[in-house]
């Protein structure tokens, strides 16, 4: 299975959602927007899709930068996860929740990682590399 997410930035300061309290995986876990992809499905694409489904935006998908693996549903799913550099295509756009997917979201500094993000999760990594790369880039 392939996952793809957006380190969704604006002014210095990456965009977390935190995961519903319903959700099987993972439940009431700040993290990156995205998901799976479907069959066939373009990475770019189908991260953009996750964007308008998820919070009701469209993002423009910019390069990857990260991948990593994880185990899921009680370890019985192997999962790739890529993700990439995103930025919102009108930022402007007000930001809607899908409550299926999560309850609540921030716009957090770097300096606020460890405060939103488990610090042994591989997401969490991917949002130190993320801001690094950013950093260096300016």
């Known amino acids: 299975e392939i996952t793809v997410c957006a380190f969704l ?3 210095g300061r990456l965009f977390v959602a935190k995961r519903a309290a319903t959700k099987k995986f993972l439940p009431d876990k700040y993290e ?3 998901g799976r992809m479907e069959f066939g499905e373009k990475i770019e694409d189908g991260l953009i899709r ?5 919070l009701h935006i469209k993002i423009k998908v910019r390069q990857p930068f990260y991948a990593f693996t994880y185990l899921s ?3 019985t799913k ?3 996860e890529i993700d990439y550099f995103a930025e919102m295509e009108n930022s402007s756009d007000e930001i ?3 409550p299926e997917d999560h309850s609540e979201f921030r716009w957090i500094s770097e300096g606020e990682i460890d405060q939103y993000l488990p610090a042994d999760d591989p997401e ?3 949002v130190r590399k993320g801001f690094q790369l950013l950093i260096q880039s300016e």
């Open 73 to 75: 549903e009680n370890d």
């Open 50 to 54: 996750e964007a308008i489904e998820e």
């Open 32 to 34: 990156l927007i995205g």
């Open 124 to 126: 969490t990594e991917a």
């Open 96 to 98: 809607i929740l899908n």
């Open 78 to 80: 192997y999962s790739v």
């Open 9 to 11: 930035h604006k002014d």
